[in-house]
């Protein structure tokens, strides 16, 4: 009986995976030819990703290290930072 509901028990998870299995294509395969629905969705898709990069301002030369440079030329765009006030010792400690 174990053994029955064991090959039973394999087949369904065998049968489970298959169905998920997707159709990979192998070397030498050719595409599928694509519909006229597909090819104008596509080009819409394209025209609407290069008109979207139009649409970003230009915001000029940026220099991410320039303040870490020691030559002088860089500005410093890094503000001081004040110190903080931290507690110390046991919590029995009063402020």
């Known amino acids: 009986m174990r053994i029955v509901l064991a090959a039973i028990l394999i087949a369904t998870w065998a ?3 298959l169905a998920q299995d997707n159709h990979v294509p192998r070397y030498g395969e050719e595409d599928k030819d694509k519909s006229p629905g597909q090819i104008e969705s596509e080009k819409a898709a394209g025209d609407a990703y ?8 230009d ?3 940026t220099d ?3 303040a870490v440079r020691s030559d002088g030329n ?4 890094v503000a001081a930072a004040k ?3 931290t507690r110390t010792g046991g919590a029995d400690v009063r402020p």
């Open 74 to 77: 860089a500005k410093a765009t």
């Open 15 to 17: 049968g489970a995976a």
């Open 59 to 61: 915001k000029g030369p």
């Open 83 to 85: 110190p903080k006030k």
């Open 64 to 66: 991410p290290w320039g």
């Open 50 to 57: 290069r008109k979207s990069l139009g649409n970003n301002p």
